[in-house]
Each structure stands twice: as structure tokens, then as C-alpha cells.
């Protein structure tokens, strides 16, 4: 079972490397025309393969630990790994699609202040995940 794991890591491995390669790839094609907007798509497509690569790396992580080597130990080791994982997940979907996971896109706290009248800390209406990103920075 322990193969299963290691596969499932692999796979993980694989979508990183072959995600850079892609991103890569499509940067240096889109580079000629815009390159302000071909690096962002490249951030953008890096991250996403990150993402999914790590999602990989986690399950193969639960696979091995709960199936092959259920003790104490290794449980403990595998949930500092998934909080560490998880925290770089988050951290780089916010990076790359401008809201948090449970969030809809679009939709803020900051938003709903400036329907209701509210003012940013620049002071001036603000709505919408990037400006209250950029508002949150500025304070």
C-alpha cells in the first residue's frame, strides 16, 4: 500500500514540474506582446500548478500515513504537514485569485461598507477583493 503513497506523491511532483513547464512555455510565447500581462498569467498558472500539486502531496501524505504506518508518531508529523500545506495553499490562492477559499469572488466585508456608506482607510469608496487587498496593505 505504501506504493500507492509513493504514486500519489509522484503525480504531485509531476503536475509541479510539468505546471512550470507549461507556465513557462506560455510566458515566453505571450512575452513579445504584453509582457506585464504575460508575467501575471505565468503567476497565475505556476500557482494554480503548485496548488494542485500540493493537494497531491497531501493525499499521498494521509495515504501512507494512515494505511501504512498508523502510530502516534507519524499522525502527529502528518498533521503539522497538512497545517503547513494548507496554510500555503490558502496563502496562495489569496495571492492569485484576490480573495480568500471561502469567499466569493467579488465579495468583501469592505463592499458591504461602501454600499452601506462606508468609507476605506484612504477615504474613498472602496468594494470588490483587490481593493480592500490593496486598502488592507495600505494601513
Request: proline content about 2%.
Amino acid at each position: 500500500m505504501e506504493f500507492v503513497g509513493t504514486a500519489v506523491d509522484t503525480a504531485g511532483v509531476s503536475v509541479m514540474v510539468i505546471g512550470a513547464i507549461i507556465a513557462a512555455a506560455r510566458f515566453l510565447l505571450k512575452s513579445q506582446a504584453d509582457a506585464l500581462n504575460a508575467y501575471r498569467v505565468c503567476r497565475q498558472d505556476l500557482g494554480r500548478a503548485i496548488l494542485l500539486g500540493l493537494e497531491f502531496l497531501v493525499a499521498g501524505d494521509i495515504i501512507r500515513t494512515v494505511v501504512v504506518h498508523p502510530t502516534l508518531d507519524n499522525l502527529i508529523v502528518l498533521a503539522i504537514i497538512v497545517v503547513i500545506r494548507t496554510l500555503l495553499s490558502v496563502t496562495l490562492q489569496l495571492e492569485f485569485e484576490g480573495h480568500w477559499p471561502w469567499q466569493h469572488p467579488g465579495v468583501s466585508n469592505t463592499k458591504s461598507r461602501a454600499n452601506k456608506g462606508g468609507r476605506g482607510s484612504r477615504g474613498a469608496l472602496t468594494g470588490g477583493a483587490g481593493v480592500e487587498l490593496a486598502a488592507l496593505a495600505g494601513s
